[in-house]
């Protein structure tokens, strides 16, 4: 299976009030374990990296190249998608060079006009080659490669202005943050959703999907979010993995140092956490 942009995949999603997943990978041992969750429930996946991710693993063109190349060395048959997670306009416009099927310009952190025409140039270009776009409005709570949002609620007014853009899906604030939710933590705020919802029929995007109780997500789906995103749990769950190898002596038996052995544990973790929210998001067969 080639890989393949979100429009259509994200389009029904939001008429069949279903989500579909999009995972960050880190490395070799992510990018398999998401692919491998997506080829055993055959359902569609989007893999992601941030900018950061992207650096860490050696750019944009690699990692591109990595996913494309394990799709085809793991003969996987369901519609993947390669997307850009929080991606600056530089980044936005590289990844679109690079031959990314999707990338997200956030441009929340600046002033909304700026947003706005930015958004309009990464659509124009990226639309140009088949590449899908994802805006964002309203801040998303938390830190991602250095992007901090304080939680702030979508302004429905500027989100008709994203959608007009053109732009394929729109992330949304609605309370949602990146990373370990705390225990004051509101909730997600259904009623701005729901007049987003209604005024907007691009499909919504749910930034900082980890640690969002399942009944929230799935009501959240109901009301037209489309895409969720998750890469803090994928995280906590390889680390619990890792950990749980490691104090059991495990790496001390016989040649249980091998990285193909330190690290599986780690990435079956990944690979059933994956599983778990596909099943959440009600994501059919592809």
Known sequence: MVLTNGNEIFKKAREGKYAVGAFNTNNLEWTRAILAAAEKTQTPILIQTSMG??????????????????????NITVPVIMHLDHGNYEAAKECIEVGYNSV????????????LEKTKEIVALAHAKGISVEAEVGSIGGEE???VGAGEIADVDEAKQLADTGVDYLAV??????????????????DRLQELGDAIKTPLVLHGGSGIPKEQIVKAISMGISKVNVNTECQLAFAKATREYIE?????????????????????????????RIEWFGTPKA
């Not at 997200?104 to 947003?115: I, Q, R, T, V, W």
Request: contains cysteine.
């Open 53 to 74: 991710a992207a650096k860490y693993m050696g750019g944009y063109e690699l990692c591109k190249n990595l996913v494309e190349s394990t799709v085809k060395a793991m």
């Open 104 to 115: 997200m310009f956030d441009g929340h952190d600046l002033p909304f006009a700026e947003n």
């Open 145 to 147: 490669d250095g992007i």
């Open 173 to 190: 604030g609605i309370g949602n943050i990146h990373g370990v939710y705390p225990a004051n933590w509101q909730g997600l705020n259904f």
């Open 248 to 276: 059991a002596g495990k790496d001390l038996e016989g040649k249980g140092f091998d990285p193909r052995k330190l690290l599986a544990p780690g990435t079956q973790a990944i690979q059933d956490t994956v599983e778990e």
